[in-house]
C-alpha cells in the first residue's frame, strides 16, 4: 500500500520545484540571450517547438492519463505494476514510430536540413519521456524525489551552460543543455521505478481498456501543442529565426509565470482523482474551491505586474537587442489568468470526472482559433500577430470550458473575492508610480516595485481579511511560535 501524502508537503515540494523553474531561467535566459541573440534562442526555440509535436504523438495522451489510472490503483502493487507495464508498452510503440516519422521529414523537408544536429538533439526528449514514466511518480505523489531529482540537473546544466556557450555559434550546444535539463532525470526515474512496481512481467495484460481515454487525452494533447507551439512554429516557417527569437523572450516569461500560477493545480490533480473515485465529493469541491480562489489571488497581480513593466522585464532579462518583445510580453500577459482558471476547470475537475471529451472539445476550439488568428496576423505583423492568436484562443478555451461546467462551478466562481482582489491590486499600482523615473536601472526598477507592488497587494488583502492569505500568515505565525518555544 502507497502511504499518503501530505497535500501540504505535497504544495510545499511543487512550490520549491516551481521555484526552481522560476529562478534558473532568470540566471540563465539574460546570460544566453545576451549570447546566442534573437536568431539564436530562435532557432532553439523553434527546434523545440517542431519537436513538441513529435512528443506529443508518443506520448500519446499517458503523461495525464498514466496520473489519474495508477492513482485509482496505487494501493495494489499487482495491479500497479500490470497498469504502468501496459502504459509503458504503448508508449515505447509509439516512441519508435514517432522517431521514424521524425526521420523521414529531416530526410524530405528543406527547411529541417540545415539544423539537422538540433534537431537529433532536441529529439532525445522524445526518448527520455517515454523511459521517464514520470505519471507513475506524480501518482504516487513522490513530490520530494521528483523535487530534488529536477534541481540538481538544473544546478548540473546551469553550470555546463556558463561553460561551453560562449559564442551565438553555440545554439546547437545550449540546446543539448535544455534538454539535459528538462528530460536527463528521466533517466534516474526509469531506474529508481523498481522502488513501487514489479519489473517482472506479471501477465494478464489487456491493452484494449486503456485505448479509448488515452486517445481522447492524446487528441486533448494534440490540441494544447497545437495552440501552444503553433505560433512559434508558423513564425518559424513564415517569418524569420528572429522574429521566433522576440516571441519566445516573451513567452519564456510567461511560461515561467504560468508554473506559478498552476502549481497548486498540479500537486491536486491525483488527489482529486482519488476523491472522485472513492466518493468524497465534498473533499473534491472543497480542494477546488480553494485552488481557484489561489490561481486569481496570484495571477491576476502577475499579469497587472508584468504588464506595467515589460520594457524593464524584458531588457533585463534579454537585453535591448529584445526591445521587439516588449508588446508581445503585454499582449500574451492576460493568458497567465486565463490559462490557470482553464487549468482548474480542465485538468482537475473535468479530468477527475471522466469528462475528458469537453477538455477536448475546448482544445480544438482554441487550437482552430489559434490557426485561423495566426495566419491572418503573422505575415504582417510577426510576433505581435502570434500573441493576439495565443490570447484569443485561450479565452475561447475558457469559455467552452466554463459553459460546460456553469452549473457546477458558478457557486465556486462566486466564492471569488474580485473587489478585493481589484482594490489590491489598484494600491499597489499606485505605490509604484514614479520608480520609472528616478532611472535605477532595470533590475532595481523591477526590484523595487515589485517589493512595493506585491508587498502593497498582500498587505492590502490581509486586511481586508481574505481567507486563504489570513490562513497562510497565521499557518507561518503559528510555525514561528512552535519554533520559538522550542528553543
Not at 523498481?194 to 484494449?208: A, L, N, Q, T
Not at 512559434?232 to 524569420?240: E, P, Q
Not at 479530468?351 to 488568428?373: F, Q
Amino acid at each position: 500500500m502507497v502511504k499518503k501524502k501530505s497535500l501540504k508537503l505535497n504544495f510545499i515540494m511543487n512550490a520549491i520545484l516551481t521555484m526552481s523553474s522560476f529562478i534558473f531561467p532568470l540566471i540563465a535566459f539574460p546570460y544566453i540571450s545576451r549570447i546566442l541573440l534573437p536568431s539564436g534562442t530562435g532557432k532553439v526555440s523553434f527546434a523545440t517547438s517542431l519537436i513538441s509535436y513529435f512528443l506529443v504523438f508518443s506520448q500519446l495522451g499517458i503523461p495525464t492519463y498514466g496520473i489519474r489510472a495508477c492513482a485509482v490503483v496505487r494501493n495494489d502493487k499487482k495491479a500497479l505494476t500490470r497498469t504502468v507495464h501496459e502504459l509503458f508498452i504503448i508508449n515505447l510503440l509509439m516512441c519508435l514510430l514517432s522517431y521514424c516519422i521524425l526521420f523521414i521529414a529531416l530526410v524530405t523537408v528543406p527547411r529541417l536540413q540545415s539544423d539537422c544536429t538540433l534537431y537529433l538533439i532536441i529529439s532525445l526528449t522524445i526518448l527520455f519521456n517515454t523511459i521517464g514514466m514520470e505519471w507513475l511518480y506524480k501518482a504516487l505523489e513522490q513530490y520530494i524525489y521528483i523535487t530534488v531529482r529536477s534541481i540538481a540537473f538544473k544546478i548540473v546544466a546551469l553550470i555546463a551552460m556558463f561553460l561551453l556557450v560562449h559564442e551565438q555559434s553555440d545554439y546547437v550546444i545550449y540546446g543539448g543543455i535544455t534538454i539535459f535539463a528538462a528530460s536527463a532525470s528521466n533517466i534516474l526515474n526509469f531506474i529508481n521505478v523498481r522502488k513501487y512496481i514489479y519489473v517482472e512481467p506479471v501477465g494478464g495484460y489487456h491493452f484494449k481498456p486503456h485505448l479509448k481515454a488515452v486517445v481522447i487525452f492524446f487528441a486533448m494533447s494534440c490540441a494544447t501543442t497545437i495552440y501552444t507551439h503553433l505560433d512559434t512554429v508558423m513564425l518559424g516557417f513564415i517569418v524569420t529565426d528572429e522574429d521566433v527569437g522576440y516571441y519566445n523572450a516573451a513567452v519564456r516569461i510567461k511560461t515561467i509565470l504560468v508554473s506559478v500560477v498552476t502549481s497548486l493545480g498540479a500537486v491536486l490533480l491525483p488527489r482529486a482523482s482519488y476523491y472522485v473515485e472513492n466518493g468524497l465529493m465534498n473533499e473534491f469541491k472543497r480542494i477546488t474551491s480553494k485552488a481557484l480562489n489561489f490561481v486569481f489571488l496570484v495571477a491576476t497581480p502577475l499579469m497587472l505586474y508584468f504588464m506595467l513593466f515589460a520594457k524593464q522585464g524584458i531588457y533585463f532579462l534579454s537585453g535591448s537587442a529584445f526591445e521587439q518583445s516588449i508588446v508581445p510580453m503585454q499582449i500574451i500577459m492576460p493568458t497567465l489568468l486565463l490559462i490557470g482558471v482553464t487549468n482548474i476547470m480542465g485538468i482537475q475537475i473535468l479530468v477527475p470526472m471522466g469528462r475528458e471529451k469537453v477538455v477536448l472539445l475546448s482544445e480544438v476550439a482554441g487550437a482552430v482559433t489559434n490557426i485561423v488568428i495566426n495566419a491572418v496576423l503573422i505575415p504582417q505583423y510577426a510576433s505581435v500577430g502570434a500573441a493576439v492568436g495565443t490570447l484569443v484562443a485561450e479565452g475561447v478555451v475558457l469559455i467552452v470550458q466554463y459553459i460546460a461546467l456553469k452549473d457546477a462551478i458558478a457557486e465556486i466562481f462566486k466564492k471569488v473575492h474580485y473587489f478585493r482582489i481589484t482594490f489590491a491590486m489598484l494600491l499597489g499600482s499606485a505605490a509604484c508610480i514614479g520608480i520609472t523615473k528616478l532611472n535605477l536601472g532595470n533590475f532595481m526598477t523591477l526590484l523595487l516595485t515589485a517589493i512595493l507592488f506585491f508587498g502593497v497587494y498582500g498587505i492590502s488583502l490581509l486586511i481586508m481579511k481574505e481567507d486563504l492569505i489570513v490562513e497562510i500568515v497565521g499557518q507561518m505565525v503559528d510555525k514561528g511560535k512552535k519554533h520559538v518555544k522550542r528553543l
